[in-house]
Each structure stands twice: as C-alpha cells, then as structure tokens.
C-alpha cells in the first residue's frame, strides 16, 4: 500500500530518518488516506525525544513538551512531532498521570484508543497494522484497541468519539466495544462539556448524524443530553405524525443540509414536546406551545454544553419559529420576514422543509404547496429588494428630525407606522412618498394616532 505523504511532512520523515531515528505519520492521517478522504492533519510520531526534534528544526513550537509533543513548522504551517510514548495510570477518566516516552512503536500504538487510529506509516517500510486497523476499515467496524473497557476506563472522551467516528464513517461499533460502552457511559461525568460539544457537534455534522441514536440505545445520552431520551419515549398520537418526538427528529436531522446551526436546531426543535405533551378525550396528543418552551430548555441544555452565545442565539431563534407557517402570499410573506429576521429566513425555510419531510404523509402535498409558495414569495422579495425592516426602509430617523419631527419615542412609533405601509405594499417604498404621508398624517400622529 502507498500512502501519498505531503512535501512537507515528507521532508520531516526524511530530516528525523537521516539523524539516524525512527518516524511514521500515524493515526487519522493514516486512517483517513486509506479512505480516501482528504487528511486535515499529517500528525508524526517518533523515536526522538522532544529536545532531539527540537534540535533538527529551525522553527518549532513546545505544544505539549510533557506529552513528547514538539510542533515543526513548516513555513506557515504546523505538523505535531510526537515522541513514542506510554501512557501511565489515568486518574481523572481522561488524563495520565505522566507519560514515558519509549523506544517502542508498538507501545505507542498500543495506547491508541481505536484500530482504525493505530496505524502507522512511512514510505520505506510502508504501513505498519499491529492491530487490524486495515481489516476494521475494510469490514467497516469501530472497534477498541485491546480491551474497551480499558481504553474507555482511561479517557470517557473515547466512549464519545466510538459513536462519533460510527456517524463519521459509517462503521458499526464492534460488540464487545458496544457493549463497554453501556457500561461505562456514566464516565462521562469526568469530561469537560467542552470536549462533549465537539464530539457532539462532529456527529450532527457528519453524514449520518441520525447515529446520533446510538448514543441513545447505548445509554450514554443520559450522561450529557437526558432531555433527548424523554423524546424518544414520546409518542406522537397525532396524524401529523407517524414517528416518536425523537425518532421524527433522527429523520428531520438527515434531511437538512450539514450545518452546525441547522442540525443543532433541528436536533432541540421539538424538545419542549414531551413536557407540554396533553392528550383529548379522543387519545389525540397535542403540543401546544413546545416552540417556545424549546426554545428556552434548547437555550439551557447549549449554555450546559458551553456553546457560543451566537451559536445559542441563533439556533434558539429558530427554535422559536420552526413552526410558525405563513401563508404563501406576498404580503404575508414579508411580514414573516420582517418578524424572523432576513438573516434567518432561509433557514428557517430549511427547518421548515426538514420538519414537514420528517412527519407523516397526511396532508404532505398541501403542506409542500404552502412552504413551495412561501420560498417562491421570498425569493421574489430577495430579487426585487423589497423593504421588510427598517434597515431597508427609503426614510431614516434623521430623516424625519429633518421634516420637523422630535427625537424620541413618537419618531420610532412613526417609522414602525411607515414601515408596515411599506410591508404592505412595497412600491411605497420612497423617500419622497414615505415624506408625503408623514406630512399627510403629521397632526394626527402628534395626537397619538396611529392609523395612516
């Protein structure tokens, strides 16, 4: 097998090799070239000590000296040289206590969490699989290297990553490495939520991110996002539906485009499901008001998961309007505009669009008619460049102090005025017309009237 190694991390093989050591690339490089995927990172590891890589570059960066971790920089560009090394006792669930650097490649490869990443390679001895990495790939299969519940008893970080890598990839999770997983789930608890969010949001983002039930039948959701399993044990007596809360959202994610804002929303818009769930005298269910009560549990469980406020404002939006329908006529359509923001409707029309094809077939050819004439209202909103804030309003606040109005709240109670003239018929839209019925309506609106 031959792997096509960049120049670069090629020419750092070559340097450590001539100085009479040991290098490989290893890990995701590895695993990712066998794929044929594109590598982001060309990790190394070697038999030279931190100093010994130190002393062979001319620019490097002391990333991790207490791990053997030197990074060489290659120009602008940073590869890690990592020393071969064996962990020592993990004391926290996610950290050793120290690490001993070896001589050994296959000490170094033993300590890897999966096959799939404990493979080395270099262009003189070519790929070295101590531990069926390549079978693992060619069968499809996550798997532990040695024992899973040790690996996964040293880093719980790991227990994250096996379900991450299965959406990643595709692969099933071995047996015996399933079912450490359930065992050791509640390990979880010793990883930061930092780490969690990232595995979580490489899963969403992945091409199979309604794997994203695994995490829930290995029983590890509980650990970090339990609001999920009320979902799934939420049915949903309605003819809307045909699916559980939780298994409708597994179908709503494959259905959106891969986005961190679109998949995080569509993974919490129906959260607030089973707690405002109520069912008629009929066993008809209804969920009335779960936008809004999604909204705020999705703006909790983001915040515990320590995501960005613009990460939260932005999904928690969404939330908010997932299921808010317009009508499919102009007039309506800006004004839906104008109250979700331009910046967000066309995602929200994705949310919709997930949404509707994740639900049932009742009523499915009038729902697509309605959502099908909203985008083609806002298309020809966006194309003609029609007013819907007060962004794009023809007249500002300084125009009006400049026609002889006061500073203050009247002037922002008149351009709220002016602007749902325009929302209601766009070619008003001018500064000479928008002046004309300010001056038409100027002693009426002194008195506190609001009709134009």
Not at 150 to 164: C, G, K, N, Q, S
Request: glycine share 6%; charged share 30%.
């Amino acid at each position: 097998m031959i792997i096509k190694i960049p120049p670069k991390a090629a020419a750092i093989l070559e340097t450590l090799e001539k100085a009479g050591f040991e290098a490989y690339v290893v890990g995701g490089c590895v695993r990712d070239a066998i794929l044929g995927r594109i590598p982001d990172d060309w990790d190394i590891t070697t038999s030279a000590a931190p100093e010994q890589v130190k002393a062979l570059f001319r620019r490097t960066v002391d990333t991790g000296l207490q791990h053997g971790t030197v990074t060489v920089m290659m120009e602008k560009e940073g590869f890690e040289v990592t020393t071969y090394r064996v962990d020592g006792e993990y004391e926290d669930g996610r950290h050793p206590r120290e690490v001993t650097f070896t001589a050994s490649l296959e000490e170094d490869l033993k300590r890897r969490d999966f096959t799939i990443n404990a493979m080395a390679y270099n262009p003189k001895e070519g790929l070295v699989d101590l531990f069926g990495g390549l079978h693992d790939i060619q069968e499809k299969i996550i798997r532990c290297v040695g024992n899973p519940l040790d690996r996964f008893t040293e880093d719980a970080l790991r227990i994250m990553r096996a379900v991450r890598f299965s959406a990643q990839l595709g692969f099933e999770i071995e047996p015996e490495t399933w079912k450490a997983l359930g065992i050791l789930g509640p390990n979880l608890k010793h990883v930061s939520a930092e780490r969690i969010q990232v595995e979580l949001v490489k899963l969403l983002i992945s091409p199979h991110p309604d794997y994203f039930r695994k995490a829930y039948e290995s029983g590890i959701t509980k650990e970090f996002l339990p609001e999920w399993d009320a979902c799934m044990e939420t049915s949903q007596n309605t003819p809307h539906h045909c699916y559980t809360v939780g298994e409708h959202i597994l179908k709503s994610l494959s259905l959106v485009r891969s986005d961190k804002v679109l998949r995080l929303t569509m993974l919490l818009h129906d959260i607030g499901k089973p707690v405002v769930k109520t069912t008629d005298e009929n066993g008809r269910d209804h969920f009335k008001m779960h936008g809004p009560r999604g909204e705020e549990m999705a703006k909790k469980i983001l915040r515990r998961l320590k995501f960005d406020n613009d990460t939260i404002a932005r999904v928690c939006h969404l939330i908010k309007w997932h299921d808010f329908r317009p009508l499919p006529e102009m007039k309506a359509v800006r004004r839906a505009v104008n109250q979700i923001g331009e910046d967000a409707f066309s995602m929200y029309l994705e949310v919709q669009r997930a949404d509707m094809l994740a639900q049932s077939l009742y009523r499915r050819q009038e729902k697509e008619e309605r959502l099908k004439g909203v985008e083609t209202c806002w298309k020809t909103i966006q194309e003609n460049h029609q007013c819907v804030s007060l962004k794009t309003l023809a007249v500002t606040g300084k125009d009006l102090i400049q026609a002889g109005m006061s500073p203050g709240k009247e002037l922002g109670e008149v351009l709220k005025i002016l602007l749902e003239i325009v929302l209601e018929d766009p070619e008003r839209n001018t500064r000479e017309c928008l002046l004309g019925i300010l001056e038409e309506n100027r002693e009426r609106w002194k008195n506190g009237c609001t009709a134009p």
